[in-house]
Nanobody, 127 residues
Framework: QVQLVESGGGLVQPGGSLRLSCGAS????????IGWFRQAPGKEREAVSC????????YYLDSVKGRFTISRDNAENTVYLQMNSLKPEDTAVYFC????????????????????WGQGTQVTVSS
Protein backbone atom coordinates (compact mmCIF):
# COMPACT_ATOMS: atom_id res chain seq x y z
CA GLN A 1 0.00 0.00 0.00
CA VAL A 2 1.38 3.37 -0.97
CA GLN A 3 1.82 5.85 1.83
CA LEU A 4 3.80 9.01 1.96
CA VAL A 5 6.04 9.72 4.96
CA GLU A 6 6.41 13.13 6.57
CA SER A 7 9.30 14.17 8.79
CA GLY A 8 10.94 17.26 10.18
CA GLY A 9 8.35 18.47 12.64
CA GLY A 10 9.09 19.51 16.18
CA LEU A 11 8.86 22.19 18.81
CA VAL A 12 10.10 25.63 17.80
CA GLN A 13 9.83 29.10 19.27
CA PRO A 14 7.88 31.82 17.50
CA GLY A 15 9.98 33.27 14.72
CA GLY A 16 11.86 30.02 14.26
CA SER A 17 12.14 27.75 11.23
CA LEU A 18 11.54 24.15 10.33
CA ARG A 19 11.89 22.19 7.11
CA LEU A 20 9.43 19.40 6.54
CA SER A 21 10.16 16.53 4.18
CA CYS A 22 7.74 14.30 2.33
CA GLY A 23 9.09 11.05 0.96
CA ALA A 24 7.94 7.65 -0.16
CA SER A 25 9.29 4.25 -1.01
CA UNK A 26 8.05 2.36 -4.02
CA UNK A 27 6.28 5.47 -5.22
CA UNK A 28 7.60 8.19 -7.52
CA UNK A 29 6.61 11.58 -6.15
CA UNK A 30 7.88 13.16 -9.34
CA UNK A 31 4.88 11.80 -11.24
CA UNK A 32 2.40 13.82 -9.19
CA UNK A 33 1.49 17.21 -7.90
CA ILE A 34 2.12 17.10 -4.16
CA GLY A 35 0.39 19.01 -1.43
CA TRP A 36 1.10 19.89 2.17
CA PHE A 37 -1.91 20.13 4.45
CA ARG A 38 -2.32 20.77 8.16
CA GLN A 39 -4.89 20.11 10.80
CA ALA A 40 -5.04 21.76 14.18
CA PRO A 41 -7.13 20.36 17.06
CA GLY A 42 -10.80 21.10 16.53
CA LYS A 43 -10.25 22.49 13.05
CA GLU A 44 -10.69 21.17 9.54
CA ARG A 45 -7.75 20.05 7.46
CA GLU A 46 -6.55 22.86 5.22
CA ALA A 47 -4.21 23.04 2.27
CA VAL A 48 -1.03 24.91 3.15
CA SER A 49 0.99 24.64 -0.03
CA CYS A 50 1.03 22.54 -3.19
CA UNK A 51 3.43 22.11 -6.09
CA UNK A 52 2.80 20.92 -9.61
CA UNK A 53 4.44 17.90 -11.12
CA UNK A 54 6.85 19.67 -13.44
CA UNK A 55 5.55 23.10 -14.47
CA UNK A 56 6.54 25.03 -11.38
CA UNK A 57 2.97 25.85 -10.45
CA UNK A 58 2.43 26.42 -6.74
CA TYR A 59 -0.23 27.34 -4.26
CA TYR A 60 0.14 28.94 -0.84
CA LEU A 61 -2.43 29.56 1.83
CA ASP A 62 -2.68 33.33 2.29
CA SER A 63 -1.52 33.19 5.90
CA VAL A 64 1.77 31.48 4.96
CA LYS A 65 2.67 33.46 1.85
CA GLY A 66 6.13 34.98 2.18
CA ARG A 67 7.01 32.65 5.06
CA PHE A 68 6.72 29.13 3.62
CA THR A 69 8.36 27.77 0.49
CA ILE A 70 7.54 24.48 -1.18
CA SER A 71 10.08 22.72 -3.38
CA ARG A 72 10.77 19.32 -4.80
CA ASP A 73 13.84 17.24 -5.53
CA ASN A 74 12.75 14.48 -7.86
CA ALA A 75 16.20 12.87 -7.80
CA GLU A 76 15.76 12.45 -4.03
CA ASN A 77 12.06 11.59 -4.42
CA THR A 78 11.28 14.24 -1.82
CA VAL A 79 9.10 17.32 -1.49
CA TYR A 80 10.04 19.93 1.08
CA LEU A 81 8.20 22.63 2.96
CA GLN A 82 10.53 25.30 4.33
CA MET A 83 8.73 27.16 7.09
CA ASN A 84 10.20 30.43 8.35
CA SER A 85 8.96 33.05 10.80
CA LEU A 86 6.73 30.48 12.42
CA LYS A 87 3.79 31.64 14.48
CA PRO A 88 1.78 29.89 17.22
CA GLU A 89 -1.14 29.65 14.81
CA ASP A 90 0.99 27.42 12.56
CA THR A 91 0.80 24.72 15.23
CA ALA A 92 -0.80 21.63 13.70
CA VAL A 93 -0.15 18.18 12.35
CA TYR A 94 1.23 18.54 8.84
CA PHE A 95 0.47 15.97 6.17
CA CYS A 96 1.58 15.48 2.60
CA UNK A 97 -0.42 13.78 -0.13
CA UNK A 98 -0.38 13.20 -3.88
CA UNK A 99 -2.92 14.61 -6.31
CA UNK A 100 -4.30 11.77 -8.40
CA UNK A 101 -6.48 13.94 -10.64
CA UNK A 102 -4.27 16.70 -11.95
CA UNK A 103 -0.57 17.34 -12.45
CA UNK A 104 -0.50 21.09 -12.04
CA UNK A 105 -1.69 23.41 -9.32
CA UNK A 106 -4.43 25.76 -10.43
CA UNK A 107 -6.11 27.69 -7.68
CA UNK A 108 -7.15 26.45 -4.28
CA UNK A 109 -6.44 22.72 -3.89
CA UNK A 110 -9.36 20.35 -3.55
CA UNK A 111 -8.63 17.99 -0.68
CA UNK A 112 -10.53 15.02 -2.07
CA UNK A 113 -8.28 14.99 -5.13
CA UNK A 114 -5.39 14.00 -2.89
CA UNK A 115 -4.53 10.52 -1.70
CA UNK A 116 -1.81 8.40 -0.12
CA TRP A 117 -1.86 10.48 3.04
CA GLY A 118 0.99 10.00 5.47
CA GLN A 119 0.71 9.79 9.25
CA GLY A 120 1.67 13.42 9.63
CA THR A 121 4.33 15.26 11.57
CA GLN A 122 3.57 17.49 14.53
CA VAL A 123 4.65 21.11 14.39
CA THR A 124 4.36 23.06 17.63
CA VAL A 125 5.21 26.74 17.78
CA SER A 126 5.43 27.91 21.36
CA SER A 127 7.65 29.87 23.68
Amino acid sequence: QVQLVESGGGLVQPGGSLRLSCGASGFTLGDYAIGWFRQAPGKEREAVSCIGRSDGSTYYLDSVKGRFTISRDNAENTVYLQMNSLKPEDTAVYFCAANLMRTRVDGRPITHEYAYWGQGTQVTVSS
